[in-house]
């Protein structure tokens, strides 16, 4: 079974621009999550995702977005990219009901966001 | 709000010593707690997790984590250390309903020969 797969796995843009990740769930699974990566910061949980239904959201600002399709793949976007957006994000996607008592979560390589 | 503290960013240990890894929980209701790994230019890799039950948990790769609600602790332990530990380890807390995970900042762990 293919694991979680994100694309583009590195990607540099410049402030002011913006951008959208992608993430390519499991086969099977249908909450998807995000995160950001920082030195700084650690990790972060930007939002979840599922069946198509924002489940969770973490404290970023309203740049930051993201959607899910029907075939579970999801999709983020950063509006007006700051030097500070920066990061690593990871995705990571869990069957069934998609709850951490009883799902695990399957985490991707990450896309690498440099901005300029 | 939850949080999660990792005591120690930077952990060194010779192969074939114990390893342990300081976590310590901040959480209004029951959490779930987990431990992840990551490898350089890799995800996150899930160790182990507590929800309910045993509080001694054994995970992956020969590691463990007891979950002691008196300390709010859930350290992670490995009798012997290998070389192929060597990696980033996150603990980090979930009040279910989904996964909002709230992570700890990690500690990296140096194994020594």
């Known amino acids: 079974k293919a694991g979680v797969t994100q694309t583009p796995r590195y990607l540099i843009k410049t402030r002011g621009q913006q951008v959208t990740l992608s993430c390519s769930p499991i086969s099977g699974h249908r909450s998807v999550s995000w995160y950001q990566q920082t030195p700084g910061q650690g990790l972060q949980f930007l939002f979840e995702?599922?069946?198509?239904?924002?489940?969770n959201k973490g404290n970023f600002p309203g740049r930051f977005s993201g959607r899910q399709f029907s075939n579970s793949r999801s999709e983020m976007n950063v509006s007006t990219l700051e030097l500070g957006d920066s990061a690593l994000y990871l995705c990571?996607?869990?069957?069934?009901?998609?709850?951490?008592?009883?799902?695990?979560?399957?985490f991707g390589p990450g896309t690498r966001l440099t901005v300029l | 709000a939850q949080s999660v503290t990792q005591l120690g960013s930077h952990v060194s240990v010779s192969e074939g010593a114990l390893v342990l890894l300081r976590c310590n929980y901040s959480s209004s209701v029951p959490p779930y707690l987990f431990w992840y790994v990551q490898y350089p230019n890799q995800g996150l890799q899930l160790l182990l997790k507590y929800t309910t039950g045993a509080t001694l948990v054994k995970g992956i790769n020969g590691f463990e984590a007891e979950f002691k609600k008196s300390e709010t602790s859930f350290h992670l332990t490995k009798p012997s250390a290998h070389m192929s530990d060597a990696a980033e380890y996150f603990c980090?807390?979930?009040?279910?309903?989904?996964?909002?995970?709230?992570f700890g900042a990690g500690t990296r762990l140096f194994v020594k020969a």
């Open positions: 995702y599922f069946s198509e239904t924002q489940r």
């Open positions: 980090a807390v979930s009040e279910g309903g989904g996964f909002k995970t709230i």
């Open positions: 990571a996607s869990s069957s069934g009901g998609g709850d951490s008592y009883t799902d695990t979560q399957y």
